[in-house]
């Protein structure tokens, strides 16, 4: 069955760079997105395609994917990046989603 | 800009039907060619795909919860509905609706609603 697995938590050291990986057999054929979730508020859509920003989101946050992997990457975090970070995408069928697990980023 | 406002019962009891609404403003419907999605999010876990609609009425459903849930568009009033038959504790959750330009590209979130099941 399909499922994507994200790392549980995660932490990174104010202004260093981070990965967040997300791993599934179904991002060989379609890519991830990805979003940032801040306690008690609505996600918040980060990156999407190969590599892609939606308009307002810093150019820190970066994506990438290999094979059945797919990263998030921040280059040179802030303590305002601490968050539950959540990759999605299509299942086998194409049509249905899937979310990752998330992850908990801590910002030290 | 976009903007979307869950709305509905915050209690239901189990075994009964949950029923939301989600009301987008700053565009309509009608003329967007995203497709509307619904995600859900228990207490300390996390999200789940519910479906999608689009503006034409076609929908996706996840495949475990496809027996009970229809979404349904009404672009007159540029709302999304989502209903959900046969509750139980385990759907209480933060309901989100979204708008989504792209398969899995939910760009425009409502701040969601809490859904509690429980007699």
């Known amino acids: 069955s399909s499922e994507l697995t994200q790392d549980p938590a995660v932490s990174v050291a104010l202004g260093q760079t981070v990965r967040i990986t997300c791993k599934g057999d179904t991002l060989r054929s379609y890519s991830a997105s990805w979003y940032q979730q801040k306690p008690g508020q609505a996600p918040i859509f980060v990156l999407y395609g190969k590599n892609n920003r939606p308009s307002g989101i810093p150019d820190r946050f970066s994506g990438s994917t290999s094979g059945n992997t797919a990263s998030l990457t921040i280059t040179g975090a802030q303590a305002e990046d601490e968050a539950d970070y959540y990759c999605?995408?299509?299942?086998?069928?194409?049509?249905?989603?899937?979310f990752g697990g998330g992850t908990q980023l801590t910002v030290l | 800009q976009v903007q979307l406002q869950e709305s509905g019962p915050g209690l239901v009891k189990p075994s009964q039907t949950l029923s939301l609404t989600c009301t987008v403003s700053?565009?309509?419907?009608?003329?967007?060619?995203?497709?509307w999605g619904w995600i859900r999010q228990p207490a300390a876990k996390g999200l789940e795909w519910i479906g999608r609609i689009y503006s034409h009425g076609s929908t996706h459903y996840n495949p475990s919860l496809k027996s009970r849930v229809t979404m349904s568009i009404d672009t007159s009033k540029n709302e999304v509905s989502l209903t959900l038959t046969s509750v139980t504790a385990a759907d209480t959750a933060v309901y989100y609706c979204a708008r989504e330009p792209l398969m899995g590209d939910f760009d425009y979130w409502g701040p969601g609603i809490l859904v509690t099941v429980s007699s």
């Open positions: 700053g565009g309509y419907i009608r003329y967007d060619s995203s497709y």
């Open positions: 999605n995408s299509r299942d086998n069928s194409g049509n249905h989603l899937l």
